[in-house]
């Protein structure tokens, strides 16, 4: 449920950095016959943009207005070069020094790249020399499948359930009654997580 409700998060925060795709091509227009015989070179039709087109693409490199207001330029820096390692399936990055990790691994991936939650840790090895590492919970080749899925997900919701010249507060209401129709609260989950793990509760956002 947690995880839920830091995807919609994360989705209202790419909906303000989507960039539009561009139209599909035209087939030309019919020939038309020449007193002399043979055919014109045929007519190219104005092109005209796809219904449904996607206008969306996935970018993983999003922080939020909050975020980048509390936290030092490094910080978010890192966290932007976080991203990069894994997208690229690599295990270090450049980070400044401990405590910055320390403070970003544990604030930016649940609000900005859910999926990483869940694979990706922090790794017992120190910040030194300004490079820093983290640890993959499954296979690079299982994380990339995942975060081909996710990507997908992504793209496919807001695709669908938006349009690029809506307002702010229209995309905004699109996520929101996509969710409300489409999922709901796993309690008895929540519950059973809540009790092998006392410490969840106390820090849930429900």
Request: aromatic share 12%; net charge negative.
């Amino acid at each position: 449920m947690k995880r839920t409700l830091a995807l919609i998060l994360c989705l209202v925060m790419l909906v303000s950095l989507a960039a539009g795709c561009g139209s599909k091509a035209v087939p030309a227009g019919p020939q038309t016959e020449l007193s002399g015989g043979g055919s014109a070179v045929p007519e190219a039709e104005p092109e005209k943009e796809a219904e449904n087109e996607p206008w969306f693409t996935f970018r993983p490199k999003v922080s939020s207005v909050f975020l980048d207001e509390i936290f030092p330029a490094e910080m978010v820096q890192s966290w932007y070069n976080l991203v990069d390692a894994v997208m690229a399936g690599e295990d270090t990055f450049a980070c400044p020094d401990q405590d910055t990790y320390d403070w970003m691994i544990h604030q930016f991936h649940d609000r900005c790249f859910p999926l990483l939650t869940e694979y990706i840790e922090p790794s017992s090895e120190p910040v030194e020399n300004g490079i820093a590492h983290l640890t993959y919970t499954v296979p690079i080749e299982e994380f990339q499948q995942k975060l081909a899925e996710f990507e997908k997900l992504v793209e496919d919701i807001i695709n669908e359930t938006m349009r690029p010249e809506y307002t702010d507060l229209e995309k905004a209401m699109s996520l929101y009654l996509y969710f409300v129709r489409t999922y709901e609260y796993d309690y008895d989950t929540f519950m059973k997580m809540s009790d092998e793990c006392p410490e969840y509760l106390s820090s849930s956002n429900i």
